[in-house]
């Protein structure tokens, strides 16, 4: 999980260093870039940190169901 939060925070960062610059070199306004860049990279932000929690999730249980004795039973001989 603090791996995870660590991901978080950094790609948090990146993105909304680079939403600032794009949105400034477009509208030349400090203001309206600022708000740009605070609030779409957050909520990506965000959203991220949920989605790395899902496919980590997904991936316990995918290896979970491939090492179960059920579907070794299953599986053809090599």
């Known amino acids: 999980m603090k791996r995870d939060l660590a991901k ?4 948090g ?7 600032f610059s794009i949105a400034f070199a477009l509208t030349g306004s400090f203001a309206i870039a600022s ?6 990279p957050l909520a990506n932000t ?4 949920f989605h790395e929690r899902v496919w980590k999730r997904l991936g316990s249980r995918r290896e979970a169901q491939e090492e179960s ?8 001989p090599a």
């Not at 004795?69 to 053809?76: D, S, T, Y």
């Open 46 to 49: 965000v959203l991220y940190f």
């Open 69 to 76: 004795p059920a579907n070794h039973h299953n599986r053809a």
């Open 13 to 19: 960062f990146f993105h909304i260093l680079v939403g």
């Open 8 to 11: 978080t925070l950094s790609y």
């Open 35 to 40: 708000g740009i860049a605070l609030i779409e």
